[in-house]
């Protein structure tokens, strides 16, 4: 798989939090767009705020807001009556308006969700492997596609916006700490993940790196609404991250940015030996090798067993050793980028969330943050699902936000 990705770049430059419009001509569809997110960001809105927040003349909103609902994109909330004057109709996005479907590839687990306009998830396919085998995921993701194009009616059917795919880079990498045999790890590199599910659907196929798409949803969907610049920590079977700044996703030049897995934990050796990485001390992989060496069930990571009696031993050494590393990527982060905040995530429970991120709390207590600002520490809102969700997020958010560049290529195509 190509490092520098296309279909990355492309969704990060998409990603535009502006519900800004212009009453300019030849604006239409932006405009209808602008009014979308409005309502997206914000929530049910009467036509007077849609105007206020979008800067747009009422006659110009009450216009796209008659549009949008003859599109089926809108529904008419019951009228509110306030103090004085006509009552107020607050306008929302209807969940059938449009649909998409997001693809998370992982090292450990493959889902598939149909997500509906509002971001809600309607429907979760999971299957749970040791490690990615390409035959086996590409026969699942043929199935789920298939088994999703039966059971929608035509007009469903036809308001599917796309297929997002969130996946790790390197999927065939690392095999020793995956236990994956070499004869199935040297087959990603000759894999198109995207050609391949393209082949296999009329829908038009997107890809973004998992960690990424994790942070779309964040940004999208989460607090990134209303926080500008954050750096994503993502925790699963490796940690990853990505980075937002003036609520805009940085892929990078190579679709790296944000990328805290690799960051080293120290200085090169003398002889010239490479310090450990990130991934290696911090990730879910850890804790799961934890476990199995002292007998326990390994995918008790993701549920509430991870502080419970017999593996909460182990998670405590976890978090320790995990927090303490993480923290210094979030101090060299903070000295380098001069974040707002810091959003942790990752695929466990809840509980173990917010374990992780007192204890990550209390390591940057030790660090010395005189000539900086230290980021304010934010537990994420998504959960595992992110990375899904944030494919799907994709073709949504191509189809129907006000990103004006996105908007003069499609008027040139």
């Known amino acids: 798989m190509n490092r520098s990705n296309p279909d990355l770049l492309a969704a990060a430059d998409a990603l535009r939090l502006k519900p800004r419009g212009s009453s300019q001509g030849g604006l239409r569809q932006y405009n209808e ?47 509110q009556r306030g103090k004085v004057g006509q009552p107020s109709v607050p306008l929302r996005l209807n969940p059938d308006g449009a649909l998409a479907i997001g693809i998370k590839v992982g090292r450990r687990s493959m889902d598939v969700l149909l997500v509906d306009f509002t971001g809600a998830v309607r429907q979760r396919w999971t299957l749970d492997y040791r490690y ?79 960690t990424a798409a994790a942070c779309v949803a964040e940004l999208v969907a989460g607090r990134g609404r209303s926080v500008q610049s954050f750096l994503y920590v993502f925790v699963d079977t490796f940690i990853g991250g990505g980075l937002v700044l003036d609520s805009h996703l940085r892929a990078g030049l190579h679709g790296n940015a944000g990328a805290i897995g690799s960051l080293p934990m120290g200085l090169a050796g003398s002889a010239g030996a490479a310090p450990a990485q990130l991934l290696s001390v911090a990730s879910l992989a850890n804790l799961e090798a934890r476990y199995r060496a002292h007998g326990l069930d390994a995918a008790a990571v993701a549920d509430d067993r991870a502080l419970q009696s017999g ?93 004006r560049d996105l908007f003069l290529k499609i008027a040139v195509d």
């Open 132 to 210: 990615p085998d390409p035959d086996q995921l590409l026969a699942e993701i043929t199935a789920r596609l298939a088994g999703i194009t039966t059971q929608l009616s035509a007009d469903a059917l036809a308001r599917v916006q796309g297929v997002g795919i969130a996946a790790p880079f390197s999927l065939g990498g690392w095999q020793t700490l995956l236990d994956m045999p070499p004869a199935v790890a040297a087959r990603w590199p000759q894999v198109n993940l995207r050609a391949e599910v393209a082949a296999r659907t009329e829908l038009p196929v997107s890809l973004i790196k998992d």
């Open 33 to 79: 767009r602008v009014v979308l997110q409005a309502i997206r960001l914000h929530g049910a809105l009467p036509g007077a705020e849609i105007a206020r927040v979008t800067q747009l003349t009422a006659q110009t909103v009450s216009l796209i807001t008659k549009r949008l609902e003859a599109d089926g994109l809108l529904l008419r909330g019951a009228p």
């Open 311 to 403: 593996w909460l031993p182990h998670t405590q050494a976890w978090l320790a050793e995990a927090a303490a590393a993480v923290a210094l990527a979030v101090n060299s982060a903070a000295c380098l980028l001069d974040l707002e905040s810091v959003i942790v995530d990752g695929s466990f429970s809840r509980p173990l969330q917010a374990a992780l991120v007192a204890t990550l709390q209390q390591a940057l207590d030790g660090y010395s943050w005189e000539g900086v600002t230290r980021p304010a520490l934010l537990p994420g809102t998504i959960g595992s699902d992110a990375r899904a969700l944030g494919g799907a997020l994709l073709p949504l958010h191509a189809n129907f936000s006000p990103d």
